[in-house]
Nanobody
Framework: QVQLVESGGGSVQAGGSLRLSCAAS????????MGWFRQAPGKEREFVAA????????DYLDDVKGRFTISRDNAKNTVYLQMNRLKPEDTAGYYC?????????????????WGQGTQVTVSS
């Protein structure tokens, strides 16, 4: 069982940066692949970034490549999403998730555990 708690969301102007954090409970955090998803009002939840368990291979939504970076600190049981050059269309609730998969998982149904989310609002 893993519990996830996101933090770091807020309001920022276009071009600004935010760093989201997701703190996980449990002593087996390193055994999970981690992902970030987002959901804007009236839209489906979509994949943003993922990091594979073990070798740490990452994958990103095309629109955030070069702007967002996923990273993790297993000693702190925390995964991060550094978001730079934010755009108004990045506005959404951001959710972290944990998966048992050995893949760099990009699909919602591959993730077993979810956090409650943190809001990111980017103004133009």
């Amino acid at each position: 069982q893993v519990q996830l708690v996101e933090s770091g969301g807020g309001s920022v102007q276009a071009g600004g940066s935010l760093r989201l954090s997701c703190a996980a409970s449990g002593r087996t955090f390193s055994m999970y692949g981690m992902g970030w998803f987002r959901q804007a009002p009236g839209k489906e939840r979509e994949f943003v970034a993922a990091m594979r368990r073990g070798n740490g291979i990452t994958d990103y939504l095309d629109d955030v490549k070069g702007r967002f970076t996923i990273s993790r600190d297993n000693a702190k049981n925390t995964v991060y999403l550094q978001m730079n050059r934010l755009k108004p269309e990045d506005t959404a609730g951001y959710y972290c998730a944990a998966t048992d998969s050995y893949r760099t998982a990009t699909r919602l149904n591959e993730y077993r555990y979810w956090g409650q989310g943190t809001q990111v609002t980017v103004s133009s």
